[in-house]
Every structure is written in C-alpha cells, then in structure tokens.
C-alpha cells in the first residue's frame, strides 16, 4: 500500500504564494507518476500538474501554466507544489496522488488539504 500525506495548505490573499508537500511511503511499490489534483467548491476533481518520478518530466493543466510548479525529492520521497500568483479560482482541496509502475490508474490518493484565496 502507498500512503501519501499532504500538508501545506491554508488561507491566502489573491496574488500571494503557497507551497504544498506530499510525503509518501511507497512501501515496496516503485513510484511511476506522482499528481497534484484539485477539487474546488461544487466542482469535480480535476488534473493540476503531474511528474514523472525517475525523470522528472513535468505536466501542468492550462489555468496553473507559468504559476505552479512541481517538483520532487527522490531521496526523501515527497513532493511539492509550489503555488504563485494565486487567484481566488484556485481555491479548492488539493489531493496528492501517485500511480506505480504495473499500475494503469492513480490508485493511491491522500486525504486532501484545503487552499482558499480570497480577493
């Protein structure tokens, strides 16, 4: 089993900045594809930005082009969002989740941390 961990979320002001961690125990699974998904009010979840865990390609949604980045510490099994340039559309729960390799879906998901921009 993966268990993955989010934290980071919180309260800001349009046009500030947040960073979001996901720690993961991946167990004895290898790691093929870690996301940051998004879930804002009355809307479903939608795909933010992905990476892939060996080679760090990188994958961004349209919207979140040029504001967010993602990235991933190998050695210590976390990843992070860093989130600038907020707007009040971004806010949402953010969910880490991650696909292993032999897997064909994002099987394993954490338990979400909220992220609220006001104007």
């Known amino acids: 089993q993966v268990q993955l961990v989010e934290s980071g979320g919180g309260s800001v002001q349009a046009g500030d900045s947040l960073s979001l961690s996901c720690a993961i125990n991946?167990?004895?699974?290898?790691?093929?594809?870690v996301a940051w998904f998004r879930q804002p009010p009355g809307k479903e979840r939608e795909l933010v930005a992905s990476?892939?865990?060996?080679?760090?390609?990188?994958y961004y949604t349209e919207p979140v082009k040029g504001r967010f980045t993602i990235s991933r510490d190998k050695d210590k099994n976390i990843a992070y969002l860093q989130m600038s340039s907020l707007w009040p559309e971004d806010t949402a729960v953010y969910y880490c989740?991650?696909?292993?390799?032999?897997?064909?879906?994002?099987?394993?998901w954490g338990q979400g941390t909220q992220v609220s921009v006001s104007s």
């Open positions: 989740s991650a696909r292993v390799i032999g897997g064909s879906s994002y099987e394993f």
């Open positions: 991946k167990g004895t699974f290898s790691l093929s594809v």
């Open positions: 990476i892939w865990w060996s080679l760090g390609q990188t």
